[in-house]
């Protein structure tokens, strides 16, 4: 079963010409169309994520400046993140998305959740929209199954690093960070040597990989260097930040991955989970809508087995060494006593 968890539009927070926009959703929902699943496909709408939800992750200070902002009109954060007089709704709706999908996920004891909802997430910071995002999704909705007492992995394989994830549980012992992600590239965070706070060390891991990288690349970051330490953390949930612009005609960004490797990794991914009903996807990044609408197809079919063209997966790109690297940095920076990073890991 698929739980698609909405809102499924968010068309109020749009600007136009902006590469985020409404139509990314509608790719997403025609690649969710293209598995043609019948009443195996559940669809469920969340309310508003509440201020005392926000709050988990996001600093009351942060909150209350951007509600004003919105009310005030909106307009320009950064030269990449925009706000309207609708967007505060539209973001508490998409971090209310991922609370949904949790809640139904419960309900079924079953399946897995598609969170398709925008603007995305992984960016925001506790105090600090950015990158598109302006609340932290993932986060709102790992925070809410840590308060419950559950041990929650996310995995990141949107081709920017999740700064903001990454930030919210620096120092957070119940939540393992996991994150591929192209290298150099915004917001320049995300090095193998950024393994976490004094309460958390070793539960932020990050593969940086080069231009060009293939499927084959980031499987091998994750089984040499992810892998290790996610079957040690042992997870009772598992949340995804999939972003799909690590495709090769995405024009953010200069991953070479297929719709294949995407469900590649899906599937490897969902391993991880310790039993069905247990696995929630979010929608981050994906600006080629046909690229996007292909991935999205490939990822669920292959999660629900269920049958579905992608192409094939990729392989014989650079980064085996920038791999070879990661795992070396971060067993140096494990080694390191004396190695004191501040939240964020930028250093």
Known sequence: MLIVSGPVGGSEHHRAGHPEGPTRIRAVMAGIDDLHLGTDLQTVHGSPAERQQLTRVHSASYLDELTAFCEAGGG????????TEDSWLAARSAAGAGL??????????????????????????????????????????????????????????????????????????????????????????????????????????????????????VRRAIDEVAFPVIDSFAPTWVLVSAGFDAHRADPMADLALSSGDFADLARAVAGFA?????????????????????SVTATLGALLGTSYEAEDTTSGGIGAEMVSQAKAE??????????????????
Not at 76 to 83: G, L, M, N, V
Not at 153 to 175: A, C, M, R
Request: with cysteine; proline share 8%; charged share 20%.
């Open 100 to 217: 949904a999908a949790i809640d139904a996920l419960r309900q079924h004891n079953d399946g897995v959740a598609f969170v398709a909802a925008r603007p995305p997430g992984h960016h925001a910071l506790r105090d600090r929209a950015m990158g598109f995002c302006l609340l932290n999704n993932i986060a709102v909705a790992a925070a809410a199954l840590v308060s419950e007492g559950e041990r929650v992995l996310i995995v990141d394989w949107d081709v920017h690093h999740g700064n903001g994830t990454q930030e919210i549980f620096w120092d957070d012992p119940n939540v393992l960070y996991v994150s591929t992600h192209q290298w150099p590239l915004f917001p320049g965070s995300g090095k193998a040597r950024e393994i976490g706070g004094p309460h958390s060390r070793g539960h932020t891991v990050n593969v940086p990989l080069p231009p060009g990288a293939t499927g084959d690349i």
């Open 274 to 294: 310790p039993r069905p009903g247990r696995l929630v996807m979010f929608l981050e990044g994906g600006y080629d809508l046909v690229a996007l609408q292909a």
């Open 330 to 347: 971060r067993a140096d920076a494990l080694g390191r006593a004396d190695l004191v990073l501040p939240p964020g890991g930028l250093l």
């Open 76 to 83: 320009d954060i950064d030269p990449d993140t925009y706000a």
